[in-house]
């Protein structure tokens, strides 16, 4: 099985757009995994039926017994993070603040304080309408430990695909080069960086082939929306070919895009020109790759 990641150092660059277009013409032929959990997308695109689901759990958070609690503050005295105050007269955990260390509690003189287990999301096996099936996830506000939710959606969409017998796992990773990027890069087989022509952009894409770089993964790039600036798409050329990344395409700007996702399509459903033209080649490119 091949797994291929698609990747953008910075957001709004067309990643889940291109992603999606990817997955719908390989049909059948791929599990999908999308594994930008932190602002998980792709399910407008895919329309899936959430057949399976089941809470992630992970991480833990301070809680206080107001029963035991003897209001002597030393919790609060030893919380580095200030997310203990008094609260109509009570030592009560702010729970976006704690880090769940566990220091409060090993100080307590009276046990008030447990360390429980929190649920931080959740994830879904779904039928998508490609007649294939999507495997993923929705962290919840605020919450931590996005990279073992990317860990979670990648190893089930893994079991799925070879439980299917399916050659390709076509995974939609997150932006940045944070916890959760390096989750979804872990174990591809080829990885596609999605950028566009920018300062920003090319600074961040820069940024992200450095850490492609350090898991040894061959790596093509798409530049989108690439007519915007030409001299900036020239850099992104130049880039490339030093550092032996495949040029795979590029897209031009197309409001078509837009019109496509408030109706719920890919753009390769949407568009039957140029743009699925060159998104046709380009997904027979990275296969043959």
Not at 146 to 165: H, P
Request: proline share 2%; net charge negative.
């Amino acid at each position: 099985m091949k797994e291929i990641v698609i990747i953008s150092g910075k957001g709004g660059t067309g990643k889940t757009s291109i992603t999606a277009s990817f997955a719908y013409l390989g049909g059948k032929e791929v599990i999908v995994a999308d594994c930008d959990v932190d602002a998980a997308d792709m399910h407008l695109l895919m329309q899936p039926d959430r057949r399976e689901s089941e809470d992630f759990y992970s991480g833990v958070l301070a809680e206080i017994n107001q029963e035991k609690c003897i209001k002597c503050g030393k919790c609060a005295e030893v919380c580095r993070w200030d997310a203990i105050p008094v609260i109509d007269n009570k030592y009560v955990v702010q729970s976006l603040d704690c880090e769940g260390c566990g220091y409060c509690a090993l100080v307590c003189p009276t046990d008030a304080i447990s360390m429980n287990e929190q649920n931080v999301g959740n994830w879904h096996i779904s039928n998508i309408k490609t007649g294939t099936k999507m495997v993923h996830a929705k962290l919840g506000v605020g919450a931590d430990n996005s990279g073992k939710l990317v860990a979670k959606v990648k190893n089930e969409a893994k079991a799925l695909a070879e439980k299917e017998g399916k050659e390709i796992l076509i995974v939609d990773g997150s932006p940045g080069i944070g916890c959760p990027v390096v989750s979804s890069l872990s174990g591809a087989s080829y990885v596609v960086l999605v950028t566009e022509p920018s300062v920003s952009g090319i600074h961040d894409l820069k940024r992200v082939y450095e850490l492609v770089k350090k898991f040894g993964i061959r790596a093509g790039c798409i530049i989108n929306k690439a007519d915007i600036n030409i001299n900036k798409s020239n850099e992104i050329h130049s880039f490339v070919k030093k550092e032996n990344i495949n040029l795979i395409c590029e897209i031009p700007y197309d409001e078509d895009f837009t019109k496509a996702m408030t109706q719920g399509k890919t753009i390769v459903e949407f568009d039957n020109g140029k743009i699925k033209q060159i998104l046709d080649e380009s997904w027979e490119k990275i296969k043959k790759i």
